[in-house]
């Protein structure tokens, strides 16, 4: 049974029920939702500073597997950045020394990425692993870089190795004839002409040998003369190597090749003779370097044996008579 208020009525000096409005009741009735109300969102605020929500806690897990792979990586990143030193440093110190090239310069692999502006999107998120995210953003970014660098490093040092490849293919590295089948019968130097009958300087190396004998190319290279001209030289040939070089065949009987012909090192190209301005049938050879003139004897590095070397390089020493 519902509790009855009484009020003490001035005029019957009674007590009399107190009777009350409809608008105090329904003002009566919000204040008691109003006081439910704000009571459940004080118990909800309690609950939830000490109690994640399904979510929140699916929320966390999964931040924590985030935060979890970021740190494998970041590790990954630095074994990386490990082995990257490495293949620095064996660039720099083993293939650049190979090709005769300088070190790339600290400067260069460790140049900066732009700073942190480069990720002012991500830090206008306060994250809450913001530190975290940047230093591993940034490691990123310089590896990126430093095998970006690393990379055009390595299509260099190819492009000489090709280069290189083609060079060593192309100098002069071979007797043109063979020595079983000759002899060297005059070097390079100041030599007694048989025909002028003074002495001039020899700018080749002469090797006596039957009419008809084999001649070959002593580096890969065009052809860029056939002469069958009655000049001292005889009819000869001339080979442009590239790289500087060039080298020089007289006193043929006949040809192998044709001009704009490119040919092998060791290609048979012409057979000696005895053509031109010759005592007897050899073969004068010569070698230009950067339109120079040198001793091709440093040149016969291949096919011979170090004997048979020395024993080239004491014949060419001698001031006898050119053929």
Same mark, same amino acid.
């Given at each position: ?8 009525? %001035? ?8 009777? $009350? ?36 806690? /699916? ?5 924590? $597997? ?35 090239? !300088? ?6 692999? %460790? ?10 999107? /991500? ?36 492009? /000489? ?31 007694? *002409?048989?025909? *002028?009958?003074?002495? $001039?300087? *020899? #700018? ?13 190319? %002593? ?44 040919? $092998? ?9 005895? #053509? ?9 050879? !010569? ?22 070397? !020395? ?13």
């Amino acid at each position: 049974m519902p509790k009855v208020k009484y009020y003490y009525n %001035t005029e019957t000096c009674k007590y009399e029920p107190l009777k $009350k409005s409809t608008a105090h009741i329904i003002m009566d009735g919000l204040l008691y939702i109003s006081l439910i109300l704000i009571g459940a969102v004080c118990i909800l605020v309690i609950y939830l500073s000490y109690y994640d929500s399904p979510n929140e806690k /699916l929320l966390r897990k999964g931040n924590e $597997k985030l935060v979890f792979r970021l740190k494998m990586l970041d590790k990954e990143m630095g074994q990386m950045d490990r082995l990257l030193g490495k293949l620095q440093n064996r660039d720099d110190k083993v293939y650049r020394t190979i090709f005769e090239q !300088e070190p790339i310069a600290s400067s260069i692999r %460790t140049a900066g990425i732009g700073g942190s502006r480069r990720y002012q999107s /991500l830090i206008e998120q306060n994250l809450e692993s913001e530190e975290f995210l940047l230093k591993s953003l940034t490691k990123f970014d310089q590896l990126k870089r430093q095998m970006y660098i690393q990379t055009k490093s390595y299509d260099e040092l190819l492009s /000489l190795a090709r280069r290189q490849h083609m060079m060593l293919a192309s100098i002069p590295a071979i007797t043109p004839i063979s020595l079983k089948q000759s002899y060297l019968s005059s070097g390079f130097g100041m030599r007694f *002409h048989p025909i *002028h009958r003074i002495k $001039k300087m *020899h #700018t080749g190396i002469d090797f006596g040998a039957r009419v008809g004998t084999p001649i070959y190319a %002593t580096g890969a290279g065009k052809v860029t003369k056939v002469s069958t001209r009655f000049t001292g030289a005889g009819k000869n040939i001339e080979i442009d190597h590239g790289f500087g070089f060039k080298t020089k065949y007289f006193h043929l009987s006949e040809f192998n090749v044709k001009v704009g012909q490119r040919v $092998k090192r060791g290609e048979l190209i012409a057979y000696s003779g005895n #053509t031109g301005t010759s005592s007897g049938p050899h073969l004068h050879y !010569e070698v230009v370097k950067n339109r120079k003139k040198v001793n091709p004897i440093h040149y016969f590095y291949r096919d011979i044996s170090d004997k048979e070397f !020395e024993q080239l390089v004491k014949l060419a020493s001698i001031e006898n008579s050119s053929m």
